[in-house]
């Protein structure tokens, strides 16, 4: 069975990442929406793996979706959440020296910025939550 992840990020450069790493990485099925009503919509009545959400996701969403996920009970007790990181568009460029002496004092490239994440480290993660959904989901399975 193909995992559903579903994804709730209103950043659409944030958006365009994620769709590409899913495109890239994974060959779960990615149903991406800016709002929660709308990606619940999207959803219909399927239930996902995993949510991933936006850390700038609005209060009135974030209840939203917690809310959703209560009234799903047991059936949805593999779902974990887990927010979106800043994803790095560009691999990390290596420093340009000028042909002088260097001190050090080379600016870091963007891309190799602290508040970045490189989408294959959250692809990494991705595939770790995914395991444990599936683990967790065929033991409730089982116990059924």
């Known amino acids: 069975m193909q995992s559903v992840i579903l994804a709730i990020e209103p950043d659409q450069h944030q958006a365009s990442e994620l769709t590409a ?13 800016g709002t929660t009503s709308a990606a619940l ?3 219909k009545d399927r239930i996902p ?3 991933l959400t936006s850390a700038l996701l609005p209060p009135r969403d974030e ?18 959440t887990v927010t979106i990181p ?6 990390p460029q290596e420093k340009k020296r000028s042909g002088g002496l ?13 508040d970045s994440c490189e989408p294959a480290v959250f692809a990494d993660w991705i595939s770790i939550y995914l395991d444990l959904a599936s ?10």
């Open 41 to 43: 919509a999207k959803l």
């Open 21 to 33: 790493l899913f495109r890239r990485q994974f060959s779960a099925e990615l149903v991406l929406a």
């Open 102 to 114: 260097s001190f050090g004092w080379e600016k870091p490239s963007v891309a190799s910025a602290p």
């Open 135 to 144: 683990t967790h989901r065929d033991d409730l399975d089982h116990r059924a």
């Open 49 to 51: 793996d995993l949510v």
């Open 63 to 80: 209840t939203a979706l917690t809310q959703w996920l209560r009234e799903l009970g047991p059936k949805a007790a593999h779902v974990q």
């Open 86 to 91: 800043a994803l790095a568009s560009e691999a």
